[in-house]
């Protein structure tokens, strides 16, 4: 069931209920156009993740700016997003089983929508299902570029992947799907970017086997926050797919920008509200977020605008706070904390809470909580 949301518009923000997912608006905006206006500059498209918001009201801002559409990551959050208004989305995903495709082929009676394979097989049941329902879909052959998790080699067995999708009825070959994960969270920035040279490198031997074959390639989708600078500037990628932008957590403040320098082209926008709800031990304040409001994988939150206060640990409902020196946290005392993860902390909570100043501006659900089917 759907909890109530924390606050109401014309709340200050320490009238809000905790633990609570607040957006500064101010932040959040400045994100979503400076990832915009980095695309454009490059003349290539925007289709941020959902993955990481997973919310229509979010889609549809970055969309009004420019987005092309959306991708996501499962066929339950790709319902949401077209039954929420998104007419283009990309499962940037491979989709198996029968269910799954046949709903995954009922979304495109009303909207475009694609999807990545890597396999023969899938290629075969995308298309049968796409003609049972009578509606033609999108497919992008995924390459492995360095992620290591799907994807092919860029070489002749690739090609044929290509030629077999471009063949089955009811799919349409879109282009292939480049994406590095894990240069996203490489610290330096020169190593960033020697990660993404490698990946250009196995995205222009598929392209170049391609052309040998014959076969267009209308798209090459991939790119995250950490790197999309560089596949923009690359003359390869035409499509960027950066999702924690929007937000940035404390995990992406660690990237280092070229100066050496914490890279600050996107601001935090996204914090997590708690309360102190004891103060029983000298040095110590405990607060309302633990383990079921954040996600704790990539490290702990940072304490926002608090200095002397760092967030030591969690267990189910609690976080424990460590103050330095004379450092004091009243009892009921409200502050806000950075996510070590946005995707997966945002995935724990019904609502967001948007304030602009101390004032909330905006209460927006989390449309695809949950959708990870």
Known sequence: MTQPPPARIGNAITDVDTPALLVDLDAFERNLQRMQQLADTAGVRLRPHAKTHKSVDVALAQISLGAVGQCCQKVSEAEVLVHGGVGDVLVSNQIVGPRKLERLARLARTATIGVCVDDAANIADLSAAATRIGVGLDVYLEIDVGMGRCGVAPDSGAVTLCRLIGDAPGLRFAGIQAYHGKAQHIRGAGERAGAIRHAAGAVQRMLDLLAAADIACPTVTGAGTGTAPFEAESGLWTELQAGSYAFMDADYARNLGADG???????????????????????????????????????????????????????????????????????????????????????????????????????????ARGAFF
């Open 261 to 367: 320098a914490p890279d600050d082209r996107f601001e935090h926008s996204l914090f997590l509200l708690t309360t102190i709800m004891s103060t029983a031990r000298a040095g110590t304040a405990i607060c309302d977020v633990g383990l079921k409001s954040t996600s704790f994988e990539s490290g702990l939150p940072l304490v926002a605008d608090q200095p002397g206060v760092t967030y030591a640990g969690p267990s189910d409902e609690h976080g424990t706070l460590r103050l330095d020196g004379g450092t004091r946290l009243g009892l009921g005392r409200k502050i806000r904390l950075i996510p070590g993860h946005c995707d997966p902390t945002i995935n724990l909570h019904d609502w967001y809470v948007g304030y602009r100043g101390e004032v909330v501006e905006r209460i927006w659900p989390v449309s």
